[in-house]
């Protein structure tokens, strides 16, 4: 069992930067593989960046590249999302999850999931 605990979401104006911390119990921490996703209101939970149990590996949507960078230090059992340019679009619930498999860009590609932490650019 993997408990999974988000932190450093916020109100921040566009153009801003956030980094978003994931903070994992229990072993093994670098045997999963993390992930971020998001959902905004209304809309369907969608998938951010993935990077593997290793850290060599790191996929992100289109929408996201070249201004999201996904890292984990697995001696502090915590992965991060640094954001920066931060655009209103990036509005969401930003949820991290984990699986024993490789990356995954698919929800049902994990096994435990955080609560989320609530992201808000301003324009």
């Known amino acids: 069992q993997v408990q999974l605990v988000e932190s450093g979401g916020g109100l921040v104006q566009a153009g801003g930067s956030l980094r978003l911390s994931c903070a994992a119990s229990?072993?093994?921490?670098?045997?999963?593989?993390m992930g971020w996703f998001r959902q905004a209101p209304g809309k369907e939970r969608e998938f951010v960046s993935t990077i593997s149990s290793g850290g060599g590996t790191k996929v992100y949507h289109d929408s996201v590249k070249g201004r999201f960078t996904i890292s984990r230090d697995n001696a502090k059992n915590t992965a991060y999302l640094q954001m920066n340019s931060l655009k209103p679009e990036d509005t969401a619930v930003y949820y991290c999850?984990?699986?024993?498999?490789?990356?995954?860009?698919?929800?049902?590609?994990?096994?435990?999931w955080g609560q989320g932490t609530q992201v808000t650019v301003s324009s």
């Open positions: 999850a984990c699986n024993r498999g490789g990356t995954s860009t698919r929800m049902n590609g994990y096994d435990y």
């Open positions: 229990g072993r093994s921490f670098g045997n999963y593989a």
